[in-house]
């Protein structure tokens, strides 16, 4: 059974960091591409960041680059988000997911195991 789990998430103040946690059981972790979505009140689901099995190939979004650092340990079947500057736009409930094949530009739908998802609240 396939399972991924997210920590890490938490209330944080503008400015501030965070690093939120995946971590995978019951896949063959790197033969996936790892992204993480998020949701903030009232928006639709938005992607955030991807990573390749091998972790040689990355994308963010617009609204996160530079501020966001993707990066997988695949000896631990995990995968993080580092979260830096964090703004109040911010505010999602962040969830990683699996997709079998690297495509940044693949939609949500196209990704087969999901989390359930950490919140990440930043106050202003």
């Known amino acids: 059974q396939v399972q991924l789990a997210e920590s890490g998430g938490g209330l944080v103040q503008a400015g501030g960091s965070l690093r939120l946690s995946c971590a995978t059981s019951?896949?063959?972790?790197?033969?996936?591409?790892m992204s993480w979505f998020r949701q903030g009140p009232g928006k639709e689901r938005e992607f955030v960041a991807t990573?390749?099995?091998?972790?040689?190939?990355?994308a963010y979004s617009d609204s996160v680059r530079g501020r966001f650092h993707i990066s997988r340990e695949n000896t631990e079947n995990a995968v993080y988000l580092q979260m830096n500057s964090l703004e109040v736009e911010d505010t999602a409930t962040y969830s990683c997911?699996?997709?079998?094949?690297?495509?940044?530009?693949?939609?949500?739908?196209?990704?087969?195991?999901w989390g359930r998802g950490t919140q990440v609240t930043v106050s202003s």
């Open positions: 990573i390749d099995g091998s972790g040689g190939i990355i």
């Open positions: 019951g896949l063959t972790f790197s033969n996936f591409a």
């Open positions: 997911a699996a997709r079998y094949g690297y495509d940044s530009r693949a939609p949500a739908s196209t990704y087969r195991y």
